[in-house]
């Protein structure tokens, strides 16, 4: 038998209304009706503080998790499937997400040390997806930079050493765009998170 699949999505836009709330309700109602166990860690919602205080910051290399991260680590220590849903600010993640992954991708539940190297802690994660909305389109983000491109392609695999599939899809332009512009990117989002639900 199949080892249980349970996803955990990830967001972090201020607006309910917004696109990334959009598309991270769907995404959940998608892997639900597939009989999939979905995780919502909605980063504003649960008044998550990205900062690490200096106290917390002398305590890091310990094994004792914060208590306002410990169930968002618990959650991380529950899934298979990783889904994150952020718009692009100021060439990069919200400030909110970054704390996330300084806070709860830490020590004893990430990674662990071992003299000097680095030994990942997520083996239990299979799949990856990322999507990422922006108000510019495709050329000007080109131009500008967008340092969650490293981060989702590289650095954060580099933690998840059985990852089997990284997928990502970017919403461009979404402060200009005509209604329907996205419409592919649409279809082929949802095609992707029917397909995670068969594999």
């Known amino acids: 038998m199949a080892p249980q699949r349970t996803a955990l999505i990830v967001t972090c836009h201020p607006s309910p209304v917004s696109r990334c709330a959009e ?12 009989g999939q166990t979905v995780i919502i860690d909605d980063l504003v919602a649960v008044d998550f503080d990205p900062v690490i205080s200096l106290p917390e910051l002398k ?3 310990g ?8 169930e968002l680590a618990a959650h991380l220590a529950q899934a298979t499937d990783l889904y994150y849903v952020l718009p692009l600010w100021m060439f990069d993640m919200p ?9 709860v991708f830490r020590p004893h539940v990430a990674f662990r040390f071992a ?3 680095i030994i990942p802690m997520l083996a239990h994660v299979r799949h990856l997806t990322v999507v ?5 389109n495709r050329e000007e983000t080109a131009r500008s930079g967008d340092a969650t491109q490293a981060f989702f392609k590289k650095s954060l695999p580099s933690l998840l050493p059985s990852l089997r ?17 996205h419409a592919a990117v649409y279809d ?11 594999r």
């Open 23 to 34: 598309i991270t309700r769907r995404i959940a109602e998608l892997l639900r009706s597939g």
């Open 188 to 198: 082929a989002l949802w095609q992707h998170v029917h397909a995670c639900v068969g």
């Open 95 to 103: 400030a909110i997400l970054k704390g996330y992954f300084e806070r």
């Open 59 to 61: 305590r890091y290399y």
């Open 115 to 117: 003299g000097n190297d």
């Open 132 to 136: 990422v909305t922006h108000g510019r």
């Open 165 to 181: 599939t990284n997928t990502r899809f970017d919403f461009y332009d979404l402060d200009g765009a005509e209604e329907g512009t």
């Open 63 to 70: 094994d004792v998790i914060p208590a306002d991260v410990a």
